[in-house]
């Protein structure tokens, strides 16, 4: 098992950075849930588990913070000037979103009363609801929304660094 180093990311910072990547992905299908009132495969086979992938995307970017910041002094280098400066920015930027959109996922659950059941396992029952944090649950789709377009900045990015400017970026996280 690789370490991060300088040159690459290592095994276990590649591993949280494609599982996330892959349930990001799974949680994205939520989207057809609104065709058809859910009445197809996707709605009813993918669907069901959006609560639960997104309680563990949390736990995992909770590890995955920690993870980076045991490691920062050994990880690969931002680009120099503004376009390092956009690199951390959206990676930040990317960070919190990962973090806020389950905890506002969350926060609609028990704020609209609904409890809250990870994988079969009732971790809060149905209870009153909660309107402030209700309130706080209503930000869940517009940070759905920023950060899928904060991915797709992403995806471009790694692309643009792989094909324009050719500078070995993109195999450093595969």
Same mark, same amino acid.
């Given at each position: 098992?690789? *370490? $991060? *180093?300088?040159?690459r990311? +290592? /095994?276990?910072?590649?591993l =949280? ?7 990001v ?5 939520k989207? =057809? $849930?609104?065709i058809?009132?859910?009445e ?5 086979? #993918?669907? !069901?588990w ?5 309680v ?11 993870? %980076? #910041?045991?490691?920062?002094?050994n990880? !690969?280098?931002?680009p !120099?000037?503004?376009?390092g400066?956009? %690199?951390? %920015?959206?990676?930040? /930027?990317?960070?919190v979103l990962?973090?806020?959109? !389950?905890? /506002? ?5 028990? &704020?609209? +009363?609904? +409890?809250?059941?990870? =994988? &079969? ?13 209700? %309130?706080?649950g209503?930000?869940?789709?517009p940070?759905?929304? #920023?950060? #899928?377009? /904060? ?7 790694? =692309?643009?660094?792989?094909f324009?400017r ?9």
């Amino acid at each position: 098992m690789k *370490s $991060d *180093s300088k040159a690459r990311y +290592g /095994t276990i910072s590649r591993l =949280f950075h494609w599982v996330i990547a892959l349930l990001v992905l799974w949680q994205a299908m939520k989207i =057809f $849930d609104r065709i058809n009132d859910g009445e197809h495969w996707v709605g009813q086979v #993918l669907v !069901p588990w959006h609560i639960s992938i997104g309680v563990l995307i949390l736990l995992l970017m909770v590890l995955r913070i920690v993870w %980076a #910041l045991r490691n920062r002094g050994n990880r !690969p280098s931002a680009p !120099p000037a503004l376009l390092g400066f956009l %690199a951390k %920015a959206g990676h930040l /930027t990317m960070y919190v979103l990962l973090v806020l959109l !389950p905890v /506002t996922g969350i926060s609609f659950m028990i &704020g609209e +009363g609904y +409890g809250l059941t990870v =994988f &079969g396992m009732e971790l809060l029952a149905r209870g009153k609801e909660i309107p402030w944090l209700a %309130a706080i649950g209503a930000l869940h789709s517009p940070i759905a929304l #920023l950060l #899928l377009a /904060t991915v797709a900045g992403h995806i471009l990015m790694g =692309f643009w660094h792989h094909f324009v400017r050719k500078d070995g970026l993109l195999r450093r996280m595969l």
